[in-house]
């Protein structure tokens, strides 16, 4: 039973992966002044970029929780989610509005995915 783990630090791993499953951490914008649009693109591009080091992409998720700061800000995150996700693998996902621990952070986005 391995388990790899990228980026592993003190407190968390940014990505685990098990069974050719992969796991990703709380992703949050280091680019706290952005609005929601900039934003979301920022944690998306981030979830790109993980899950291709782990050998898999957006087309292979299984799984996504969205947590936002305020659902004000829904409608600007949907914009940037449905430009970013491919028509024909959306994820199930749900989206809940939460106290984020960073209050300048405006979306946290965890997804599980499938290896290739």
């Not at 685990?16 to 979301?40: P, W």
């Not at 491919?86 to 209050?103: S, W």
Request: proline share 4%; aromatic share 6%; with cysteine.
């Amino acid at each position: 039973m391995e388990i790899k783990r990228l980026y592993p630090g003190k407190r968390l791993s940014e990505v685990a992966i098990h069974n050719s499953t992969v796991y990703l951490a709380g992703q949050i914008a280091e680019d706290t002044t952005a609005d929601i649009h900039g934003q979301t693109r920022e944690v998306l591009a981030h979830i790109d970029r993980l899950l291709a080091e782990a050998g898999s992409d957006k087309t292979c998720i299984l799984s996504c929780q969205i947590y936002i700061k305020d659902l004000a800000d829904f409608a600007g995150m949907n914009e940037e989610w449905d430009a970013w996700v491919p028509q024909g693998h959306t994820p199930p996902r749900a989206t809940v509005e939460a106290k984020l621990a960073d209050p300048n952070w405006l979306v946290e986005i965890v997804v599980v995915a499938a290896q290739r």
